[in-house]
C-alpha cells in the first residue's frame, strides 16, 4: 500500500530558526513529490512540487528535496517567521493521484 | 486566472437531503480531482478525471455518492441521501499532464459541508 508519513505532528520554534519537515513514503515508484500549505480553514496552497527526475526544488526561502531511494523528502524553510504557522503537507504522487500525508502543524514564536 | 472556483464555501444540511457541490477548474486543466478531508481520516482522494472522463472512482465511498464532469469547465460531486458521517471539507483540484504523471494540483477553497 502507498503511504505517505509526517512526523512530527506538530512542531513550535521560535523566530529567525531554521525549519526542517519531514516526509517519508513507502513506494519508491513516485512519479512527483508536492508541498502544499493549509492554513486554518482554508484551502490548501502549492509550495513547491518535485518531479521525480529530480533531487529539489527551491522557491525564496523554501528548498525541498527529494530522495527516492530512501523514500524521503524534506522540506526546509529558512529564518522562520511567525507568517509560517500553518499545517505543511507532504503529497506523493503515484501515476496520476496524489496520496497525504498528515501534515505537521508548524508554530513560529514570535 | 480566478484559479479553481468552488461553491457553495458552505453548506448545512439536514440528513437524507441531497447535496450538490461544484467546481469549476483552472482554464485548460485537463485533470480535476475531487477530495473530501476530515480530522480522522485526512485527506482522502474521492474520484478524478481527464478530458471529463471519470477514471478512477475507487475512493468514492458509497453508491451515495456521484460525480460528473459534463464539459471540461464543470464538475459536480452529489451526496444523495446525505448522512451526518458525510460532514467533512469537500476540496476540487485541477491540475495538467507532465512527461510522467501529472503536474502541480491547485485546489480550490473547498466546501465546508454539515449534515445534521
Known amino acids: 500500500k502507498q503511504e505517505v508519513t509526517q512526523i512530527p505532528a506538530a512542531l513550535s520554534v521560535p523566530e529567525g530558526e531554521n525549519l526542517v519537515l519531514n516526509c517519508s513514503f513507502t513506494d519508491s515508484a513516485i512519479y512527483n513529490l508536492q508541498w502544499f500549505r493549509q492554513d486554518p480553514g482554508k484551502g490548501l496552497t502549492s509550495l513547491l512540487l518535485?518531479?521525480?527526475?529530480?533531487r529539489e526544488q527551491t522557491s525564496g526561502r523554501l528548498n525541498a528535496s527529494l530522495d527516492k531511494s530512501s523514500g524521503r523528502s524534506t522540506l526546509y524553510i529558512a529564518a522562520s517567521q511567525p507568517g509560517d504557522s500553518a499545517t505543511y503537507l507532504c503529497?506523493?504522487?503515484?501515476?496520476?493521484?496524489?496520496?497525504f500525508g498528515a501534515g505537521t502543524t508548524v508554530t513560529v514564536r514570535a | 486566472d480566478a484559479g479553481v472556483i468552488q461553491s457553495p464555501r458552505h453548506e448545512v444540511t439536514e440528513m437524507g437531503q441531497e447535496v450538490t457541490l461544484r467546481c469549476k477548474p483552472i482554464?485548460?486543466?485537463?485533470?480535476l480531482f475531487w477530495y473530501r478531508q476530515t480530522m480522522m481520516r485526512g485527506l482522502e482522494l474521492l474520484i478524478y478525471?481527464?478530458?471529463?472522463?471519470?477514471?478512477?472512482d475507487s475512493g468514492m465511498p458509497e453508491d451515495r455518492f456521484s460525480a460528473k464532469m459534463p464539459n471540461a469547465s464543470f464538475s459536480t460531486l452529489k451526496i444523495q441521501p446525505s448522512e451526518p458521517r458525510d460532514s467533512a471539507v469537500y476540496f476540487c483540484?485541477?491540475?495538467?499532464?507532465?512527461?510522467?504523471?501529472?503536474?502541480?494540483?491547485?485546489f480550490g477553497p473547498g466546501t465546508r459541508l454539515t449534515v445534521l
Open positions: 482554464s485548460g486543466h485537463d485533470y
Open positions: 518535485i518531479q521525480s527526475s529530480q
Open positions: 503529497a506523493a504522487g503515484w501515476d496520476y493521484k496524489l496520496s
Open positions: 483540484a485541477s491540475s495538467t499532464p507532465a512527461g510522467q504523471g501529472i503536474n502541480e494540483q491547485f
Open positions: 478525471f481527464n478530458n471529463n472522463v471519470p477514471i478512477d
